[in-house]
């Protein structure tokens, strides 16, 4: 089978996958000690607490915690790992809020400062359409834009390029252009939906803990908020996305506790389709008491992730923060899918990411493939699938040596 469909619950996981688990953790016996209850909860199909969590973190051999959250990712998808075709488009960098953490805002009157009127999304967009099927925007709070510019915007974008569903918006955009129109969250998220919004990312969430939001992100909206917007929109048929910036001034039981309110409110809702946790960057940024996540942290963060949130069915090694080749690695760690083309981006270069922006399908597809997995192009919502598999890559040649 080269191509299938699957229902937005399922996301394209395997429907049984539970009864997957007991074959692939084994005997009991081949985990150690210290993570062997956590083994049997995993075989058992049972849900990981707070303090499994935080053993997870304690743990010494990092790669046992990676084989343990390996045998769900296999469970739920065997072989296969996930891209798609996307491109990146952030409409404004103008922002009323300064979220320490952040590069990429500027004031309305910096040099450097955009906002790109309709038509220049569209020809933005327009360079892209032939080889993309996503477009994700998200952009700073403009002063000016409300839920009328909005539908707008992604009115023409519906009539221009049907064949691209629009992924926009995050938590705190929403909650601004509420704010600017005066209506409910619901009803700003309903008349964009009319307007061609086909899913809301999921940047924003930070670390749902209020305390910390007030040092990192003074002013954004506040966690429960956060879930109360991807609430709405789960309610109304919008699949979302939802993130962890980790590695700025958080404590391991805030991640945990982050990961499991998500994963209660996807309990009510089946709504989240792709959980996201990437590090914190610091370049251009104002946050010098950041605890700057190490590569064995993020690599242990994401098979967390999958552990801990059993009910949100992908884990996406975000390569534009991350890099492409611990994103590969990520794919033994628990995580299935890394991201798109993307083709630009703006928010994570800035902030320090040196990930290339030039990459194709084949060279996404050999990041997979070298990983071990089947890499597959997904649509954005994770319904319509494609096995891609790249070319067989020429034999390498040995170059002559330089006299050193
Ligand atoms: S993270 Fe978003 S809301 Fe915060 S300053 Fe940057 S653009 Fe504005």
Same mark, same amino acid.
């Given at each position: 089978?080269?191509?299938w469909?699957?229902?937005?619950?399922d996301?394209?996981s395997?429907?049984k996958w539970k009864? %997957?688990?007991?074959?692939?953790?084994?005997?009991?016996?081949?985990?150690?000690?210290m993570?062997?209850?956590?083994a049997?909860?995993?075989?058992?199909? &049972?849900?990981?607490?707070?303090?499994?969590?935080?053993?997870?973190?304690?743990h010494?051999?990092?790669?046992?915690?990676g084989?343990?959250?390996?045998?769900?990712?296999v469970?739920?998808?065997g072989?296969y790992?996930?891209? %798609?075709?996307n491109?990146?488009?952030?409409?404004?960098n103008v922002?009323v809020? $300064?979220?320490?953490? @952040?590069?990429?805002?500027?004031?309305?009157?910096?040099?450097? $400062?955009?906002?790109?009127d309709?038509?220049?999304?569209?020809?933005?967009?327009?360079?892209?359409?032939?080889?993309v099927?996503?477009v994700?925007?998200v952009?700073?709070?403009h002063?000016?834009?409300?839920?009328?510019?909005?539908e707008?915007?992604f009115?023409?974008?519906?009539?221009?390029?049907?064949h691209?569903?629009?992924?926009?918006l995050?938590?705190?955009?929403?909650?601004?252009?509420?704010?600017l129109?005066?209506?409910?969250?619901?009803?700003?998220l309903?008349r964009?939906?009319n307007?061609?919004?086909?899913?809301?990312?999921?940047?924003?969430a930070?670390?749902?803990?209020?305390?910390?939001r $007030?040092?990192?992100?003074?002013?954004?909206e506040?966690?429960?908020?956060y879930?109360?917007?991807?609430?709405?929109?789960h309610?109304?048929?919008?699949?979302?996305?939802?993130?962890m910036?980790?590695?700025t001034?958080?404590?391991?039981?805030?991640?945990?506790?982050?990961?499991?309110?998500l994963?209660?409110?996807?309990?009510?809702t089946?709504?989240? &389709? @792709?959980?996201?946790?990437?590090?914190?960057?610091?370049?251009?940024s104002?946050?010098?008491?950041?605890?700057?996540a190490?590569?064995?942290e993020?690599?242990?963060?994401i098979?967390?992730s999958?552990?801990m949130?059993?009910t949100?069915?992908?884990i996406?090694?975000?390569r534009? %923060?991350?890099?492409?080749?611990? $994103?590969?690695?990520?794919?033994?760690?628990?995580?299935?899918?890394?991201?798109?083309?993307? &083709?630009?981006?703006?928010?994570m270069?800035?902030?320090?990411?040196?990930?290339?922006?030039?990459?194709?399908?084949?060279?996404?597809?050999?990041l997979?493939?070298?990983?071990?997995?089947?890499?597959?192009q997904?649509?954005?919502?994770?319904e319509?699938f494609?096995?891609?598999?790249?070319?067989?890559p020429?034999?390498?040649? &040995?170059?002559?040596m330089?006299?050193?």
């Open positions: 089978m080269s191509a469909v699957s229902s937005i619950q996301a394209g395997q429907v009864e %997957n688990l007991p074959e692939l953790v084994g005997e009991l016996s081949s985990w150690s000690e993570i062997r209850p956590l049997q909860k995993v075989a058992q199909g &049972q849900r990981l607490s707070l303090d499994d969590g935080l053993l997870l973190y304690s010494p051999n990092l790669s046992e915690v084989r343990l959250s390996n045998c769900v990712r469970a739920r998808f072989s790992a996930f891209f %798609n075709s491109v990146h488009v952030n409409q404004t922002c809020l $300064a979220c320490k953490f @952040c590069a990429f805002r500027r004031s309305k009157r910096a040099d450097d $400062a955009y906002a790109l309709i038509e220049a999304y569209l020809d933005d967009l327009g360079q892209y359409a032939e080889v099927d996503e994700h925007s952009g700073g709070l002063p000016d834009w409300d839920v009328e510019y909005y707008s915007l009115k023409a974008t519906k009539n221009r390029f049907p691209i569903a629009i992924k926009a995050t938590a705190v955009e929403i909650k601004h252009l509420s704010q129109s005066n209506i409910s969250f619901k009803e700003t309903l964009l939906k307007a061609g919004l086909g899913s809301l990312p999921g940047g924003g930070e670390i749902l803990d209020d305390d910390v $007030a040092v990192i992100c003074n002013g954004k506040s966690s429960s908020e879930l109360e917007i991807h609430r709405s929109a309610e109304l048929g919008i699949p979302t996305n939802c993130t910036l980790f590695g001034i958080e404590t391991l039981e805030q991640r945990l506790t982050h990961m499991i309110h994963r209660e409110l996807n309990d009510d089946n709504g989240f &389709q @792709c959980f996201v946790p990437y590090p914190y960057l610091p370049d251009n104002r946050l010098p008491e950041a605890q700057l190490t590569g064995s993020i690599l242990r963060t098979a967390i999958r552990l949130l059993d949100i069915p992908h996406k090694a975000y534009m %923060n991350i890099g492409d080749e611990l $994103a590969e690695l990520a794919l033994q760690y628990g995580a299935d899918d890394i991201d798109g083309t993307v &083709q630009k981006e703006s928010i270069h800035l902030a320090g990411s040196t990930t290339p922006l030039d990459h194709d399908r084949i060279r996404l597809a050999r997979i493939s070298d990983a071990g997995c089947i890499p597959v997904r649509n954005t919502t994770y319509k494609e096995i891609f598999i790249p070319p067989v020429k034999p390498r040649t &040995q170059l002559k330089a006299n050193v």
